[in-house]
């Protein structure tokens, strides 16, 4: 009988019961296809993969071969099975080694150039290289090879990691005030590089804020990497507001701070990595708005990133088998801003998609960027704030100085909030108080505006820190002064914010009321206030409105009414 011809048209236009009942009626015996190149196509999945790799010139044909035998001789339902099992085996095995040399020639597409992926150290992101020693990424050229032998390269850790994991701090970054430079280190334009393909791809963006540098920390240009992609809000280091904190009142003092920015945003989460509250609801939306795309975990350096993959991944493990393995091979933690050199991948889902954390978007006006990395752990909070007010009645003063603030407050007088700010109070109200809330370790000097240029000439550095040691060799001094004019409508309230940009904020309130002063002393001011705030030169002073921080926080705070437009539009937060 003479072989019958079928086109690759005809076959796929067949239902997969009409073509298996079509082959099993027919009398092959094998499916052999006509071509310059043999190809063996069983299904769908096969011939389209085929279709892209052969040329549109070349003919591609099926032919059923004779029937070997008639009648008791023909083939049996058997023969025909096992026939089109052996097909299916080797167009298996064609798929796996088309599959395997692609693997081999995996390019990743990075700022518009085209670079070969290579394997990089879990902890840090950085690739992984045996030639620098003092370089991120460097591994032991045995290590290096052990691992490689056996395919265990992403289970590698650098050399650098080893050291950040034993407390030492090692800075990857240069360019900016006290970072150290050198061939072996990126820069902070490189790094921010490294995420602008964010904005081309569709992704599920989760944005970290600290609560505690929320003006510093929030990514002014932050559509700029993130585009037009979805963004979860998570707040994090809720834990260290002071005591008593109504987070009712922060959660709408952040939405509020956030509508200005213009983003998309679905939803503010208040959270801490340490004590793993919140961490539940972000792992909850996440699942639902995921919808099969990548995770990335975006945010200013040292914001937190890596603990916060920490505590989603352990909050994850209770359910999610995936996400437990993971927990193995979680980036490193550090105080240094860069710890994180290269996007890390972690296979963090069971039902697809990845979990990637970023390098961390290095912001040069953040205090972070002007100290020198021995102090870098003093400015991180590590226990919950407690403000620090003047004047205060529980801190010793001589006579001159209590009998001149008792007449006039704080007029005429400087305070240095360690060696880094320097507030002079120009025109206040009697009773005005200013309250610090920031890193316990930098310590509150008051000294008259008079004096206080030759009292921080003598005292940076030892009583006024950071910075620490003999900072005349790298350190400017505070070379920036902005002016700040305040105004206020109820003296009762906190008139606004001065937030210092990787430190803290200083709450101004404007407490005329006393016996002492009458309702024409507040008269007077005009209600307006005058300071003026010295910070070394790349760093930010912000004015925003004030955080309901504290018990008293819940009583001056007022909720702003909204329209139906505003009500449908506004993201929710959740804590």
């Given at each position: ?6 086109s690759?048209s005809?076959?796929s236009?067949?239902s997969?019961i009409?073509l298996s009942h079509h082959l099993?009626?027919?009398t092959?015996?094998s499916?052999r296809?006509?071509?310059s190149k043999p ?6 999945s ?6 892209e790799?052969?040329?549109a010139d070349?003919?591609v ?6 029937v ?6 023909a083939p049996t339902?058997?023969d ?6 052996k097909?299916f085996a080797?167009a298996t095995t ?6 395997k040399?692609?693997?081999?020639k995996?390019i990743d597409?990075?700022g518009?150039s085209?670079?070969?992926?290579l394997?990089?150290c879990y ?5 992984l ?5 003092d370089a991120p990424g ?8 052990l691992k490689k032998k056996h ?11 080893r050291l950040?994991s034993h407390?030492h701090?090692?800075?990857a ?8 430079g050198?061939k ?13 393909h964010l904005?081309h791809?569709k992704?599920l963006?989760?944005?970290l ?6 003006n510093?920390s ?6 700029d990497?993130?585009g037009?992609?979805p963004i ?7 834990d ?8 009712d009142?922060?959660g709408d003092w952040?939405v509020?701070a ?5 983003l ?13 509250v ?10 639902k ?6 995770v ?9 990133k890596?603990a ?7 909050m ?5 088998p995936v996400?437990a393995?993971a927990?193995?091979?979680k980036?490193?933690q ?16 069971l039902g697809?998609?990845k979990?990637?954390d970023?390098p ?5 006006h ?10 870098l ?7 919950r704030?407690r403000?620090q007010s ?5 801190v010793?003063l ?7 603030i ?5 007029n005429g007088?400087?305070i ?7 507030v002079d109070i120009?025109k206040v109200?009697?009773r005005t108080?200013?309250?610090f809330?920031g890193?316990?370790g930098?310590?509150?000097h008051m000294?008259p505006t ?5 009292f921080y ?9 950071p910075?620490t ?5 790298d350190w ?5 002064q902005r002016?700040?004019?305040i ?11 001065v ?5 803290g904020?200083?709450?101004v ?5 006393s016996p002492g002063?009458s ?7 005009d209600?307006?206030l005058?300071l ?9 002073v912000?004015?925003r409105?004030?955080?309901p ?8 705070y007022q ?5 139906e437009?505003e009500?449908e539009?506004r993201?929710k937060?959740?804590f």
């Amino acid at each position: 009988m003479a072989s019958r011809a079928l086109s690759l048209s005809s076959l796929s236009s067949l239902s997969p019961i009409s073509l298996s009942h079509h082959l099993a009626c027919s009398t092959p015996s094998s499916l052999r296809f006509y071509s310059s190149k043999p190809i063996v196509v069983v299904n769908k999945s096969v011939q389209s993969h085929y279709d892209e790799q052969t040329p549109a010139d070349t003919r591609v044909s099926i032919s059923t071969p004779e029937v070997e035998g008639t009648g008791a001789a023909a083939p049996t339902r058997g023969d025909i099975f096992l026939e089109r099992q052996k097909s299916f085996a080797a167009a298996t095995t064609v798929l796996a080694a088309c599959t395997k040399k692609k693997k081999k020639k995996k390019i990743d597409k990075v700022g518009g150039s085209v670079k070969v992926s290579l394997p990089s150290c879990y902890g840090c992101g950085a690739p992984l290289q045996t030639s620098e020693t003092d370089a991120p990424g460097y591994v032991d050229p045995d290590t290096y090879q052990l691992k490689k032998k056996h395919h265990q390269l992403r289970k590698v850790i650098c050399g650098r990691c080893r050291l950040l994991s034993h407390g030492h701090m090692v800075t990857a970054v240069g360019g900016h005030g006290g970072y150290s430079g050198g061939k072996q280190f990126v820069s902070a334009e490189e790094l921010r590089k490294k995420l602008s393909h964010l904005r081309h791809e569709k992704a599920l963006i989760v944005k970290l804020v600290d609560i505690v540098d929320f003006n510093g920390s929030f990514l002014g240009r932050v559509r700029d990497l993130a585009g037009a992609n979805p963004i979860i809000l998570v707040v994090t280091k809720v834990d260290l507001l002071p005591k008593g904190t109504n987070l009712d009142c922060v959660g709408d003092w952040v939405v509020e701070a956030t509508m200005k920015k213009k983003l998309n945003v679905l939803s503010v989460r208040l959270t801490s990595s340490k004590s793993l509250v919140g961490i539940a609801g972000v792992v909850s939306e996440i699942q639902k708005e995921k919808k099969g795309r990548d995770v990335y975990i975006l945010g200013a350096a040292n914001v937190g990133k890596s603990a916060f993959i920490s505590a989603l991944l352990k909050m994850m493990s209770y359910k999610d088998p995936v996400a437990a393995a993971a927990q193995k091979y979680k980036p490193i933690q550090s105080a240094v801003p860069g710890t994180t050199l290269g996007p890390i991948q972690i296979d963090a889902f069971l039902g697809g998609g990845k979990l990637y954390d970023t390098p961390g978007v290095h912001l040069h006006h953040r205090q972070a960027a002007v100290v020198h990395s021995e102090d870098l752990p003093a400015l991180a909070p590590q226990s919950r704030l407690r403000g620090q007010s003047f004047p205060n009645s529980q801190v010793a003063l001589d006579e001159w100085t209590a009998g001149k603030i008792a007449s006039n407050g704080l007029n005429g007088f400087s305070i240095f909030w360690g060696g880094l700010v320097r507030v002079d109070i120009l025109k206040v109200l009697p009773r005005t108080r200013l309250t610090f809330y920031g890193p316990k370790g930098l310590q509150i000097h008051m000294v008259p505006t008079d004096k206080a240029d030759e009292f921080y000439q003598a005292e940076v550095g030892i009583s006024l820190t950071p910075p620490t040691g003999n900072p005349s060799n790298d350190w400017t001094g505070l070379e920036t002064q902005r002016h700040l004019q305040i105004k206020f409508e109820d003296a009762k309230s906190p008139a606004c914010d001065v937030a210092v940009s990787g430190l803290g904020w200083i709450a101004v309130e404007p407490v005329g009321r006393s016996p002492g002063v009458s309702d024409s002393d507040s008269e007077e001011t005009d209600k307006e206030l005058l300071l003026a705030v010295h910070v070394a030169k790349p760093v930010e002073v912000f004015i925003r409105p004030p955080m309901p921080a504290g018990k008293a926080g819940e009583e001056w705070y007022q909720y702003r009414e909204l329209t139906e437009m505003e009500e449908e539009v506004r993201p929710k937060w959740y804590f």
